[in-house]
């Protein structure tokens, strides 16, 4: 079946209905034509599938963006920003017309893409396509289940929708296959999404670069799929999203054709009007096109009146606390902790269960490789801490993610453990958007050199200020035989550049349970733990020191006389830092060892602290093998940088080391030249 759509408006037999639809429309126009920049197509174009889903189906309250149970919305394709800021100022967020004027100004709430934290009743910061489609097979994964978790029979306190819009764009970047693939696979029954389908995008029509069949894509899936909706009839919509909730063993895609720009007079339906403001004179025609005369945000009382959600937003919400409360005296623990879970909490016995890690780790001294050393952290902590959601893409048993009480994830069942396959992009934005739904800690574990990979969500994650944790193993060249394509050269570099994102590269079984606790901790970023192939042997510290290594670096070794030079170290490198201090002291020069396991938790530490660690006054040897930019800051001109900035080779990785110089006696090689060139200097000075 095909569809005749009218580049005009409908001939409307509501006028109400028209007006309704219409204020969307004529927002978008006006607010991207005051800023001159900005994406009226979209907005337009997908007016009536708005007004279908928030004013008929979208269980939501206004007053209370963050009620635990509302449905979850999340606009894709967030260039078209605009009909969220518009859908949630009708609805009667607080998000006055003002905003909406300054859009995309400096410090509005209307920035030019939607963003969590600057808009109330915005989910997750959209606008790199395809992320937020994967965020919100996250979101539709953590309502799954928390309802598997903590519904009882005849209470259903977990029972919300997550709405999607996306578009071309969004389907034709590579990460909505991985998440929608797998958001098949799981059968995820409350996911529905709307495709604009306007066959436009930025360059043009897309028959030149688009031409799947996308209906049979989803269905190839699993997706319950309603084909050939006409996007621009309100209630053939209302009717598809009613088709959709009544499946609920299968996400759904709903199928729109849309015209982009629809009611514009000679922009609608051609990709001029996908970025750029209409022009003064094509905003005036599309008024008389569509039938509004309103001034720019003007918007009548009756709109107002027919879009306020507020009244039905305080029955759902009062609806559900009643609920809630029932269910509160039937299962008064379960309420309890469904609580602490959405707070974001950590239990009361957490702070202790990781000083007894830790206390068990220095008893047993294990030289163990990092990523086991993780496991086991994992295996500490997990049991007091269901909130913990792991995963791997495909690589459980290389990165170690699993551990003893893991239960997978299936299409008929909760649990604790997602199996994502090799998806290591549609992992991370799907673990994103877990942490975003709340109840949740999401951890996902590749191999370091596939950070890459997953890159863009990362990035997200950071921007978003959310506590995703990433394990990243598989370290360096320590690794190995798998040669140069699978060895991490530039990726801590690249990692640590990134604001907000924490990282970690411990050295040992100690260092690691730290690490795993501060990323847990941590819920207001994200972190990367990076994680050793190789045995890496137990460091002695001094106990003085164990609270410091919470700090990112601290003295890990001390020699017996005043120190004349500093070695700093991370991970696999630490050993080596040692060795090189002994041969050194065997030469009569007493070198300060430093464990720094995160540089960027170390670069927030008072400046006295760091002072303290790093002796400034002492020349600095870094080692990490890594690339060795990163390290300039820390040692300064008059020392030294022992890294890798080359690509890796197919070897053992002990060969490897040797290869690269990673010996005792080029860190100790490495010292004594930084002091000769520190007498020198001192000698002509
Ligand atoms: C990952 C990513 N690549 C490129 C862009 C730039 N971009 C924004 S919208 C768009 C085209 C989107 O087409 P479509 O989703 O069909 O939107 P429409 O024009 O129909 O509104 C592109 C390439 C982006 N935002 N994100
Ligand atoms: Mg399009």
Not at 50 to 71: C, G, I
Not at 158 to 181: K, N, P, R
Not at 424 to 429: Q, W
Not at 654 to 669: N, S, Y
């Amino acid at each position: 079946m095909t569809i005749e759509l009218k580049t005009q408006a409908r001939e409307w037999t509501d006028p109400m209905q028209r007006d309704v639809v219409n204020a969307l429309r004529a927002l978008a126009m006006d607010a991207v034509q005051q800023a001159n920049s900005g994406h009226p197509g979209m907005p337009m174009g997908m007016a009536e599938i708005a007004e279908a889903l928030w004013r008929h189906h979208l269980r939501h309250n206004p007053a209370n963006p963050t009620w635990v149970d509302r449905d979850r919305f999340v606009l894709s394709n967030g260039h078209g920003s605009l009909l969220q800021y518009a859908l949630l100022h009708l609805s009667g967020y607080d998000l006055p017309m003002d905003e909406i004027r300054r859009f995309r100004q400096l410090h509005s709430k209307t920035p030019g893409h939607p963003e969590i934290g600057m808009t109330p009743g915005v989910e997750t910061t959209t606008g790199p396509l395809g992320q937020g489609i994967s965020n919100a097979v996250g979101m539709a994964i953590a309502e799954k289940l928390l309802a598997a978790e903590f519904n009882r029979p005849g209470f259903e306190i977990v029972a919300h929708h997550t709405y999607v819009f996306l578009g071309d764009g969004c389907m034709m970047e590579g990460i909505s296959h991985e998440a929608c693939s797998l958001a098949g696979t799981l059968g995820l029954g409350k996911l529905i999404a709307f495709y604009d389908d306007n066959g436009i995008s930025i360059d043009g029509h897309v028959e030149g670069w688009f031409t799947d069949d996308t209906p049979k894509r989803f269905e190839g899936y699993g997706w319950h799929v309603l084909a050939n909706v006409d996007g621009h009839d309100g209630a053939a919509v209302q009717r598809a999203i009613g088709a959709a909730k009544a499946v609920t063993d299968r996400p759904s895609l709903i199928c729109c054709k849309t015209i982009i720009a629809k009611g514009s007079p000679s922009k609608a339906g051609t990709h001029e009007a996908h970025g750029a403001a209409l022009g003064a004179k094509e905003v005036a025609a599309t008024r008389a096109a569509i039938g509004w005369d309103h001034a720019p945000f003007d918007i009548p009382r009756h709109v107002y009146e027919a879009w306020d959600a507020r009244g039905q937003g305080a029955v759902y919400e009062s609806d559900w606390m009643r609920s809630f409360a029932e269910y509160a005296r039937n299962y008064p623990a379960e309420a309890r902790e469904f609580e602490r879970r959405m707070r974001g909490d950590l239990p009361a016995g957490f702070a202790q269960r990781v000083r007894e890690l830790i206390a068990v780790a220095k008893q047993k001294a294990q030289t163990v490789a990092t990523r086991k050393a993780s496991q086991d952290a994992i295996e500490g902590i997990a049991p007091i801490l269901p909130e913990l959601i792991g995963g791997s893409a495909d690589l459980a048993g290389s990165n170690l993610t699993l551990w003893s009480g893991s239960r997978a994830i299936t299409a008929q069942s909760g649990g604790n453990y997602l199996y994502y396959g090799v998806r290591e992009f549609g992992m991370a934005a799907i673990m994103n958007g877990i942490a975003l739904h709340g109840g949740f800690v999401p951890y996902g574990g590749t191999f370091l050199t596939f950070s890459d990979y997953c890159r863009s969500a990362l990035r997200m994650a950071a921007l978003m200020r959310i506590g995703t944790i990433f394990v990243f193993t598989h370290d360096s060249i320590g690794l190995g035989e798998d040669g140069p394509t699978h060895q991490p050269i530039e990726h801590l570099a690249t990692l640590r550049l990134m604001p907000n994102m924490d990282v970690w590269r411990p050295c040992d079984t100690k260092e690691s349970i730290v690490a795993w606790a501060a990323a847990i901790e941590r819920r207001d970023g994200p972190t990367s733990l990076v994680f050793s192939r190789q045995g890496l042997p137990f460091q002695l510290r001094p106990s003085a020191e164990v609270e410091n290594i919470r700090r990112g670096a601290y003295v890990l070794l001390e020699p017996d006389s005043e120190p004349r030079a500093v070695i700093i170290a991370t991970g696999s490198e630490v050993a080596l830092a040692v060795d090189a201090q002994r041969l050194l002291a065997q030469a009569g020069i007493p070198v300060r060892v430093v464990s720094m396991p995160s540089t960027t938790v170390f670069d927030r530490q008072e400046e006295s602290y760091r002072d303290r660690v790093l002796a400034p006054h002492l020349p600095c040897v870094a080692v990490e093998a890594g690339v060795s930019d990163g390290w300039r800051k820390y040692v300064g001109r008059s020392g030294a940088v022992i890294g890798i900035d080359r690509y890796g080779e197919s070897a053992p990785a002990a060969d490897l080391f040797r290869f690269f110089g990673f010996t005792p006696e080029r860190v100790a090689e490495a010292v004594t030249s930084a002091l000769a060139r520190l007498a020198l200097r001192n000698k002509v000075a």
